[in-house]
């Protein structure tokens, strides 16, 4: 990132006008956000992704799941334009309906993580006490088996399929947005404001949802694009060991666990979900980054 | 330092016992009845009986987590489903694979991510600096998988230096073992090493601020000096947390870098069972790791209050 230059006017933008009035609270992330160039273009290729994933059939140029035997593992074409599979399926219209796969596979358990993990450190952190030491426990606990390995045990112990690995990997992340969550609710809790509401007689569920939630929000959003890239990562890895989604439907850890066999002739076919999980996660994380620093209180570190 | 050492340890128990509480739970996860849902599509009434008598399904499941308890507390993890074979003979079976493999990556990620990180943080702001941040952001992101096959490929098959998939045993031959192991644990070492120069880094840009380093630098000492007496040795303690924080995450990564080069050790027969459904090895590798990791915390928890006493008070 650029070295902390203080919020001085930048040269584009409306800023003119904001020596008139103050300026909100959106309008300083954008102009944070906007500074740092990783960021934005995280964002950006996040953006291009998410599209192809939703109009994957207009966007890719063939049938991802076709096959045409006499192109099998044809290499880069004006018609195959990363090559074709074995089976003679395009690479490129399998990585474009790979993404539907890989996003909303990601994005299934981040919601499992939420679900699990906000309200129970919203709780925590206002309750204190045995809740709170029971709930921080238990996420201890969760935490002390290695990821992948509880989620393939969950995996073991259902049926290996899309919906129950990302039901595992949601499980798995739960405890980190838990820790998050209730490490920003223990800091707003002391505040006068809350001691205010609670003194004027307001229910500790309105306190949480008016006070607590707003002030969680931005480490949250935060911690959300970091899980995106962890679980864009395990949903491939878990792919890539066939306990995800199962073919004829391919994710992009599907594509390269089908493809090891060909690593020596056809580079490519590993290469290219190789790369698009690479850049995926790493843009999850770059923007995560980036809206840690935008997001930031006032007082930051220098 | 005893009081710490103390409530470290009775901080242990509950989660030590949480752990068994997850590793056990993993079968009521389960829908349905669990017999027919093990035993798969095409089981016979005697299979699914068998799986029923063997995990003592009929009985409550308070009564069977106690027995279960009573009996991984002296070492019994039960049997494979299928096999028949005990869950801690075949843990132990695999474990020294995994534990060679992780040893060489703890070892080649230190040796790689700690001179990084202090040269990026001793010449912080600089090219080579923003160079090596860029790097470990790139690094953090790349699938542990990609890498392996892309070394294998490379290293292994294209200019064919080292061996690309195999496992010889350390009693077999120390000079295989080692060869073998190289690129696996490279693969595998080189996420945990960007995070330990990211941490070295922020060590040695926190410390080098310190007044005592400064006062070293105005006597006039040589930077290699001041680097490694004052600067680097206080800017190891956060990273040795790290390391202990690694193994976990080494432990599930080993599971993918087993598969890709084929070694035998405990993720890949981790796999198998997945496929297999056999719970009681599931459960067994849980409850081994769990309690491995919670007491590899323990310890690191406890070696940073040696090394620094202001924690310890906390």
Redesign the interface.
């Known amino acids: 990132m650029t070295?902390a230059t203080p919020d001085a006017a930048p040269s584009v933008g409306p800023r003119s006008t904001a020596a008139s009035r103050p300026e909100t609270r959106w309008g300083r992330f954008v102009r944070r956000f906007r500074r740092q160039r990783g960021a934005v273009a995280a964002l950006a290729f996040i953006v291009i992704v998410v599209v192809c994933a939703v109009f994957a059939p207009w966007v890719a140029p063939k049938d991802p799941i076709d096959q045409d035997l006499s192109a099998s593992l044809a290499g880069p074409s004006s018609e195959y334009w990363l090559g074709a599979d074995r089976l003679g399926r395009d690479t490129l219209s399998r990585l474009i309906f790979g993404a539907r796969f890989s996003l909303l596979a990601a994005v299934q358990a981040v919601l499992v993580a939420t679900v699990l993990g906000v309200p129970i450190g919203i709780v925590a952190g206002l309750a204190r006490g045995w809740v709170d030491a029971i709930a921080s426990?238990?996420a201890?606990?969760?935490l002390?088996?290695?990821?992948?390995?509880?989620a393939?045990?969950?995996?073991?112990?259902?049926k290996?399929n899309l919906t129950n690995a990302m039901i595992a990997i949601g499980i798995v992340y739960a405890p980190r947005l838990f820790r998050v969550v209730r490490s920003a609710a223990i800091s707003v809790r002391e505040e006068t404001y809350i001691e205010a509401a609670r003194a004027g007689g307001v229910g500790t569920l309105t306190i949480a949802r008016t006070h607590v939630l707003p002030n969680v929000a931005s480490p949250l959003v935060v911690q959300i694009s970091l899980a995106l890239?962890f679980a864009v990562?395990a949903e491939?890895?878990v792919s890539?060991?066939?306990?995800g989604v199962q073919p004829p439907d391919a994710s992009w850890g599907v594509m390269?666990g089908q493809s090891?066999a060909e690593?020596?002739d056809h580079?490519i076919l590993?290469?290219a979900p190789?790369i698009a999980?690479?850049?995926a996660?790493?843009s999850f994380?770059?923007l995560g980054d980036g809206l840690n620093d935008s997001l930031g209180r006032e007082i930051r570190r220098e | 330092m005893l009081r710490l050492v103390a409530r470290r340890l009775l901080k242990v128990i509950p989660l030590l016992l949480l752990v068994t509480v997850i590793a056990f739970g993993l079968l009521n996860l389960v829908p349905g009845d669990p017999a027919v849902q093990i035993a798969g599509e095409f089981a016979t009434e005697e299979q699914i009986e068998a799986i029923r008598t063997e995990l003592e399904l009929d009985r409550p499941w308070l009564s069977r987590y106690g027995s279960w308890l009573s009996d991984a507390v002296r070492g019994d993890l039960g049997d494979s489903l299928f096999s028949g074979v005990s869950v801690r003979s075949q843990i132990w079976d695999r474990l020294p694979a995994t534990v060679s493999l992780i040893g060489w990556s703890l070892v080649l990620s230190a040796l790689i991510g700690i001179p990084a990180g202090t040269v990026a943080g001793w010449r912080e702001g600089s090219a080579l600096d923003r160079f090596l941040t860029v790097g470990t952001t790139i690094g953090v992101a790349i699938p542990v998988f990609v890498t392996g096959l892309v070394l294998a490929l490379v290293v292994g098959i294209k200019l064919g230096w080292l061996p690309a998939t195999g496992y010889v045993g350390i009693t077999e031959s120390p000079w295989q073992w080692a060869r073998r192991l190289i690129l696996p644990a490279f693969a595998l070492a080189l996420t945990g090493a960007a995070e330990i120069a990211r941490q070295t880094r922020a060590g040695v840009i926190e410390v080098k601020k310190q007044d005592f380093v400064r006062v070293a630098r105005a006597n006039g000492l040589h930077t290699r000096q001041v680097l490694g007496k004052h600067t680097l040795k206080n800017a190891m303690i956060p990273v040795v947390t790290v390391v202990g924080l690694q193994i976990g995450r080494l432990f599930g990564l080993s599971v993918l870098v087993e598969q890709i080069f084929n070694i035998p050790g405990l993720g890949s027969r981790l796999i198998t069972a997945v496929f297999e459904n056999d719970v009681p090895f599931i459960q067994g590798t849980v409850l081994m790791l769990g309690t491995v990791i919670v007491l590899v915390n323990a310890g690191v928890d406890i070696s940073y209050g040696y090394f620094n006493p202001r924690v310890r008070g906390s």
């Open positions: 070295t426990t238990i201890d606990a969760v002390s088996i290695p990821a992948i390995v509880l393939l045990a969950i995996i073991g112990v259902l290996p890239g990562l491939a890895g890539f060991l066939g306990l390269l090891t690593l020596e580079p590993v290469l190789g999980i690479m850049l996660v790493l994380n770059v």
